[in-house]
């Protein structure tokens, strides 16, 4: 019995010492096992328990340009090249915002002036294909940049190159503009449809359907009570850039025209024009104004009152010109048809013959209507004060002589300007 009783004590003590021997070996177990740290879960949590996280915003691209120059017509060329801001991003078709001196402007990214609509402001990347001439520019279509932005003024002077651009308060010519995209491809659709008409070929083996004078745009303007064979209309007939200036300047003297309206240079420039002496138009009465694209600006009215009066006292036949004879010369002689008392359907063709011979714009096309109405629709809507030009059409030529009123011309000039338009020419 008391072997028993021993082997009993015996059992029991090793019972104990391994419960003893357990408890310490679990210890140092705990012990060593390292800290649940906030990126590695307790051993209680599961792979399937779910961890927060902040969500990863998106840079926005932008860029920081300097004033490279201020063009003849407003226009802000930037220190920085399409280049470096494709890739950052950046393309024709997006929405991007311009902030300088406090003001902010929202505008797409084109590649040429006239892929926004008239008076709508642009960021142009011209010449990709020319390393060289490759350029962004801050722009106008048909204005002034600088002057609409608020950055400078132009003023017109006697020295070279004619004019000098005086900043306003807040601007130098070492001032910063932040660029920042806005809305990625927020213009596409807009930019597609103006991309139809960004550009005139300068071959004229691409217009062989054309004569020469619709070549060179040249074109009598007969409506209303204006006279046969008296206004014509036209591209340059010297400035070769269009190359159309040879086709332009037969035309004028098959015309016989005397009297021109030069809207695009200054007389010392286009008399530098190459073989200009061997033109006929050298031969002709010039009036040279180098006037803006801006046709509500100050500085366009001013130098179209002293044109009209030009033309009031000169003898015909006349033509007004600019550069492409488009936008400028669009303007003026949709003012003067209207004057005469043209019907706004014939404004309008006349108008819009331009990107027929240029572009080959199919005639009442849904393009054709859309830029009727953005161009020169709104232009004279805008000149004149009123809301739609069709509701008006019965009293287009009041509007139109209070319009020049407005400008400068006397009621003396306006009667001799339409004595002189409505005579004909045999």
């Known amino acids: 019995m008391n072997k028993n009783k021993n082997n009993r004590k015996r059992i029991f003590a090793i019972v104990i010492i391994t419960m003893i021997i357990a408890g310490m070996v679990g210890s140092l177990i705990q012990t060593a096992r390292p800290a649940a740290t906030p990126d590695q879960p307790k051993e209680s949590e599961t792979a399937d328990t779910p961890v927060s996280a902040e969500p990863v915003k998106e840079e926005v691209p932008s860029i920081e340009a300097g004033i490279h120059e201020i063009t003849k017509y407003g226009n802000i060329t930037l220190t920085v090249s399409p280049s470096s801001m494709r890739e950052l991003g ?54 002034n940049f600088a002057a609409s932005f608020g950055i400078a003024d132009k003023e017109d002077t ?24 806005k809305e990625k491809g927020g213009y596409l659709d807009g930019y597609e449809m103006h991309q139809l ?54 035309a004028l003297q098959k015309a016989l025209i005397k009297t021109v309206m030069n809207m695009a240079d200054f007389e010392k420039d286009m008399k530098l024009y190459e073989n200009y002496s061997d033109t006929f138009y ?18 366009f009215t001013d130098k179209l009152a002293d044109g009209l009066r ?13 550069t492409e004879g488009k936008d400028r010369t669009g303007f003026v002689a949709a003012v003067l048809e209207s004057l005469m008392g043209a019907s706004p359907d014939e404004i309008i ?27 020169i629709r709104t232009s004279l ?25 407005g400008i400068g011309l006397s009621t003396e000039e306006i009667k001799a300007l339409k004595k002189n338009l409505s005579a004909d020419f045999e």
């Open 381 to 405: 809507q805008n000149a004149f004060g009123i809301e739609d030009l069709y509701a008006n059409s019965d009293e287009l030529s009041k509007y139109a002589e209070t319009y020049l009123k």
């Open 90 to 143: 950046f393309e024709p078709g997006d929405i991007i915002s311009v902030t300088a001196g406090g003001h902010t402007q929202e505008m797409p990214i084109g590649s040429a002036y006239t892929d926004v609509d008239s008076g709508q402001m642009v960021c142009a990347f011209r010449h990709e294909n020319d390393s060289e001439k490759a350029s962004v520019v801050l722009a106008v279509n048909m204005g």
């Open 310 to 322: 030009f033309i009031a006292s000169h003898e015909g036949p006349y033509l007004i010109h600019c």
């Open 282 to 299: 050298s031969e002709c009465d010039i009036i040279a104004l180098n006037m803006g694209m801006n046709v509500s600006e100050k500085s």
């Open 197 to 250: 008409t960004s550009s005139a070929s300068t071959k004229r083996e691409d217009y062989a359907d054309l004569s020469d004078a619709d070549y060179a745009n040249f074109r009598e303007i007969h409506m209303g009570s204006i006279g046969k064979g008296i206004l014509y209309r036209s591209s340059s007939p010297v400035d070769p850039v269009m190359n159309r200036n040879k086709e332009a300047d037969a």
């Open 349 to 375: 063709e006349d108008y819009m013959r331009t990107y027929i011979n240029y572009y080959h714009l199919e005639k009442d096309s849904e393009l054709y209507t859309k830029i009727a109405n953005q161009n």
């Open 158 to 181: 006697e020295e070279d190159p004619g004019y000098i651009w005086n900043y306003r308060e807040g601007f130098d010519e070492k001032t910063s503009l932040h660029i920042e995209m």
